[in-house]
């Protein structure tokens, strides 16, 4: 089993800068990839950033540009650095783990919310 701790989120404002924090913990195997995904209300859950192995990244449209991700390797977390954040990115945030020999795991997520 594997676990993962997510910290961050919260009330921020527009134009405002926020960091969420992702730490696995437990039978960790390989890990291929780790990454984000959101689901606003009323919405399905859609990519935000992924980062594999190899340090290739991938993101939604909709984020790139202010939006980073990168991971720590060595202590299995991945972080998304959230700058010019928008009231449309508001939303609950799922750190995601994922294992070619395990399948993936997802965190119990984090509620991020963009308002004046």
């Known amino acids: 089993q594997v676990q993962l701790v997510e910290s961050g989120g919260g009330l921020v404002q527009p134009g405002g800068s926020m960091r969420l924090s992702c730490a696995a913990s437990?039978?960790?195997?390989?890990?291929?990839?780790m990454g984000w995904y959101r689901q606003a209300p009323g919405k399905q859950r859609d990519l935000v950033a992924l980062?594999?192995?190899?340090?290739?990244?991938e993101y939604s449209d909709s984020v790139k540009g202010r939006f980073t991700v990168s991971r720590d390797n060595a202590k299995n977390t991945v972080l998304l650095q959230m700058d010019m954040l928008k009231p449309e990115d508001t939303a609950v945030y799922f750190c995601?783990?994922?294992?070619?020999?395990?399948?993936?795991?997802w965190g119990q997520g984090t509620q991020v919310t963009v308002s004046s």
């Open positions: 995601l783990y994922f294992s070619s020999n395990q399948g993936e795991y």
């Open positions: 437990g039978s960790i195997a390989s890990i291929n990839a």
């Open positions: 980062i594999n192995n190899g340090g290739s990244t």
